[in-house]
């Protein structure tokens, strides 16, 4: 599968949901595809499950995607059993598996050595856990996480195709503060309460 081809899917599924992508060419394409303050790109690989965990705690009525590769999770494994405990049912985890660090040269990632992260999921505890081998499978399993008030891990093995899109807009400061004030706006809630740094000067 093409991941492009992937991500038009989950774009036709987010609705208003919020997003957490992996640093990498994937953000650049689902910019491409949905493009909003409700995207937070996430500069440091490893982190997106964690981050995608902490809003899908603190806004548990919310959907949450979280827009994950196979080198970025393998850099924080231990995000897995912590989602499985605290099992937020409203965090849709999708993992894209090109098995290669996209971004650091297309060294081979475990996973093109057998490691298999849908298994190592549903061992953490995430039951609700599975591989989508075709696009059709892809579209069922982003629709049904979607719908239904389940933890839902999703792994889709893509293609290292890069689809040539735009540059990101943002840097990542002006990223985080415009998803901030996104979540203010659309959740009615003041995150922010005093003024910044800058403000002062």
């Known amino acids: 599968m093409k991941r492009f081809d992937c991500l038009k899917l989950v774009a036709a599924e987010a609705k208003d949901a919020l997003v957490v992508s992996s640093a990498g060419a994937m953000t650049l394409e689902w910019n491409a595809l ?21 809003m899908a705690l603190g806004l548990p009525h919310r959907k949450i995607i979280a827009l994950d590769g196979d080198g970025s999770l393998l850099m924080n494994l231990c995000s897995l059993p912590t989602i499985a405990r605290m099992h937020p049912s409203n965090l849709v985890h999708i993992v894209f598996d090109n098995e290669v660090y996209e971004a650091s040269g297309s060294k081979k990632t475990a996973t093109a050595c057998g490691t298999d992260l849908v298994g190592v999921a549903r061992a953490a505890g995430i039951k609700n ?4 081998n075709n696009l059709s499978e892809f579209g069922r399993a982003i629709l049904a996480g979607m719908t239904t008030n389940e933890l839902t891990f999703i792994g889709a093995k893509v293609t290292t195709e890069r689809t040539e899109v735009s540059p990101y807009p943002l840097d990542e400061v002006e990223n985080k503060y415009r998803f901030i004030r996104h979540v203010e706006r659309t959740e009615q809630v003041k995150i922010l309460k005093k003024n910044l740094p800058a403000s002062y000067v």
Do not use: E, K
């Open 129 to 132: 856990s599975g591989w989508a």
């Open 34 to 54: 949905r493009s909003g303050d409700g995207n937070f790109r996430v500069r440091t690989l490893g982190l997106c499950s964690s981050i995608a965990l902490g």
